[in-house]
């Protein structure tokens, strides 16, 4: 896989701004999968495309949604969730991606799953905590991301979850199922 054509293609998606915040996802992502024992390599590909639908319009979206057959019920939720499964699909048919992990990685990025991998949780981690974030309780979810993996992501769901809740937006059932489930295996 050449990097650097991801990372072009990628580029030309995305406002700099974004793309900058991409650069930062894939170093800390590629620091937290050798802390963590996910593939370094894989990290990298995933964190370059997690964001790459970002900025595609609600019918675009909308248009790979149907055709790719990913759950509908995705259309009644917040437009900002739909750049995950719609980034994965793009990976396998615009760059040929064919590893699974990568691909669900670049899907659960946004509002995790059940049952993540380790490149999973490292790709969701190294969004929510890479250096140019600065929302409340960044820093200690960042201090968690320094000893464990799964104790970081659980405080980084609960602090989207709690959030969205506090701005009256809806969750995403997938959102809870993954929290719940981490919050479970945890307790
Ligand atoms: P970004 O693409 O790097 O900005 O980060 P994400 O892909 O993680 O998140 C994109 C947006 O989706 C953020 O504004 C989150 O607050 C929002 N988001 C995450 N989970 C949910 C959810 O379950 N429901 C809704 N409505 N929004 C969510
Ligand atoms: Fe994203
Ligand atoms: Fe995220
Ligand atoms: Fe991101």
Not at 49 to 69: A, M, V
Not at 158 to 170: A, E, K, R, V, W
Request: some cysteine; aromatic content about 8%.
């Amino acid at each position: 896989m050449d990097l650097d054509v991801l990372l072009q293609a990628t580029k030309k998606q995305l406002k700099p701004e974004r793309f900058e915040h991409t650069l930062r996802v894939v170093d800390t992502a590629v620091e937290l999968a050798k802390r963590f024992g996910a593939d370094p390599p894989k990290a990298k590909i995933a964190s370059i495309l997690h964001d790459y639908c970002k900025f595609w319009s609600r019918e675009q979206l909308t248009q790979w949604i149907k055709r790719c057959q990913l759950p509908l019920d995705l259309l009644e939720y917040h437009k900002e969730i739909w750049h995950a499964p719609v980034g994965a699909e793009v990976a396998r048919e615009e760059f040929g991606i064919v590893d699974e992990d990568i691909l669900q990685s670049i899907r659960s990025h946004t509002v995790g799953r059940p049952g993540m991998s380790t490149l999973e949780k490292v790709v969701y981690l190294a969004d929510y905590i890479e250096p140019g974030r600065r929302f409340p309780g960044v820093d200690e979810v960042r201090r968690l991301a320094e000893i464990d993996l799964d104790v970081a992501v659980l405080q980084a769901m609960d602090n989207t979850i709690l959030f969205l809740q506090s701005q009256q937006q809806p969750i995403y059932p997938l959102a809870i199922a993954a929290r719940d489930e981490l919050k479970r295996m945890l307790s």
